[in-house]
């Protein structure tokens, strides 16, 4: 199965990708190696493009929706990086990823709500879907966002 079609069979569909919110590009290509800029969670399905999860996790918002947040973010990666590439089976290896949880203080499951992400990269690439990663609780994030998630690719 290609990547397009085992998304399929996991139930997701890849969103228009997201166009920049400020004075950035959406992704770099340097020597085989994609840096891709912090992506939020926008709903590119609506018109007009919206924050779909929005407010600090353990006050705002769940744990479950920062798990579907962060899977939203990684959607949208995707979405870039089929935009970029043509395909998605041309990604030799998801190298890292950062993210950035805005969260109340004394919040502490930063791990579990990216495990999300990352497990949803691992079902579709195997083991050139395994990554290194940090995760960062803060106090705020672009535009209310409850989740921030860079990512770097190698193809």
Do not use: W
Request: neutral net charge; aromatic residues 6%; proline residues 5%.
């Amino acid at each position: 199965m290609n990547i397009d079609e085992k998304l399929h069979a996991l139930g997701f569909e890849l969103p228009p990708s997201p166009k920049s919110v400020g004075s950035y590009k959406p992704l770099v290509e340097i020597n085989g190696i994609i840096f891709i800029s912090g992506q939020i969670p926008l709903d590119t399905f609506s018109k007009p493009v919206t924050v779909k999860y929005k407010g600090k996790i353990g006050k705002d918002s769940t744990l479950q929706q920062g798990q579907d947040a962060a899977i939203l973010c990684t959607l949208n990666t995707l979405a870039l990086l089929k935009e970029h590439l043509g395909s998605l089976d041309l990604i030799k290896q998801i190298v890292k990823l950062s993210a950035y949880i805005n969260c109340i203080e004394t919040f502490s499951d930063h791990p579990i709500v990216v495990n999300s992400a990352s497990n949803l990269l691992e079902k579709l690439f195997g083991e050139k879907g395994k990554h290194t990663r940090i995760v960062i609780g803060v106090q705020s994030l672009p535009l209310g966002s409850t989740i921030e998630i860079d990512y770097i690719v190698s193809i």
